[in-house]
């Protein structure tokens, strides 16, 4: 994963949400959790490092991922559910 830090960025190219969501943690507050399923999803875009929630909102618009927020300090991204 290629990370453009000077300009703002955090870069994808074809990469797992996996390392997304490992660089994401240094830029969010308390825990996100990760579900296994949806680990090696692929993800190829260009988020603004400043904005952990938009990161997050595009991700859950562009993946079959749930984004929950279970508590101020605990997030869960699991495989969306269908119904």
Do not use: C
């Amino acid at each position: 994963m290629e990370t453009a830090w000077l300009q703002g960025w955090l870069v994808a190219h074809n990469d797992p949400l996996l390392g997304l969501v490992e660089a994401l943690r240094a830029y969010h507050k308390g825990w996100v959790r990760l579900d296994p399923a949806v680990a090696q999803l692929r993800v190829s875009r260009r988020f603004p490092l400043g904005d952990s929630a938009q990161i997050l909102e595009i991700l859950q618009q562009s993946l079959p991922i749930d984004v929950t927020q279970i508590t101020d300090y605990l997030l869960l991204i699991r495989q969306r559910q269908n119904g």
